[in-house]
């Protein structure tokens, strides 16, 4: 992972080791990309982890990865889409102890013009992302209301904030996991369970920026107000605040965790040349507004009213 495009992890954790110790965490797509690392950093602080995904040779090499770091870790084999598989999943997880936190990180994307998706690929995203979402929380939901203290995290996006290129099956399934996120922390705080998101921004080395980036990094640099990328560091740290003791009042929230990247807006003036455009139009605004007022003198009343009329205008601009 180049060091230009990110920041590496700090080599000491900003909180305790234990922070999560006696917790039990099921990550969805846990075996790879942001669901590893996330995974990875929960066990990294205490807890014993359950992690699922599709492929096998994935979820044995992530778990051995995770044992080898002193994790306590087990793997289901499963797809988010069917209930029975999540159910399998929350079991293996419950072998370790109480469920306390569910991790949402199973997704699907690819870059695709609207015109060109057929139903299927738009349904297949929504039923990954989505109906996975829901699917696992809902699989989850006895176990974490018996807990007494659960958590539940769904990773999302910003792609919705406004709208993305080549991005409308994902954006509108994330869009409707952060809406799913708001209701389930809505119905489900009665049981002291608590719902958020985290919604990443670019981040590098990764299986999803490769698809999306379209070999376009340097350029992508450009539009991020922090000049990096993110790491999947940055991404599993967050998690980990929101599952701690510090996120135990925060529910029915999305954290952005993009460095400002989905606020960027391309650069008009130049930072040395502000001051010198904003006189320049300061100048040329006090210029109509007396032009309009010396007309509205030689017209009669309707001038005046008119001229007034623009010297008002010019002082709303001046104020927006």
Known sequence: MSSQLCLPPPEVSPFRDGILKGQVAMVTGGSSGIGYEITRQLGLHGAAVAIMGRRQNALDDATSALQKDGITAVSSRGDVRKSEDCARCVEAAQRLGSLTILVNCAAGNFLAAADQMSANAVRTVLEIDTLGTFTASRAAFSALRDSGNGCIINISATLHYGATWW????????????SLTRSLALEWGAFNIRVNGIAPGPVAGTAGMAKLDGGTSDKMLSMLPLGRMQHPWDIAIAAVFLASPAGRCISGDTLVVDGAAWIWRPLVVQRDQVSKVSRGIE?????TGLAGLTKGATSGSAGSATGLATQTTVRASMLQ
């Open 283 to 287: 100048s040329k605004s006090r210029s």
């Open 167 to 178: 991005q409308a099956h994902a954006s509108a399934a994330k869009a409707a996991v952060d």
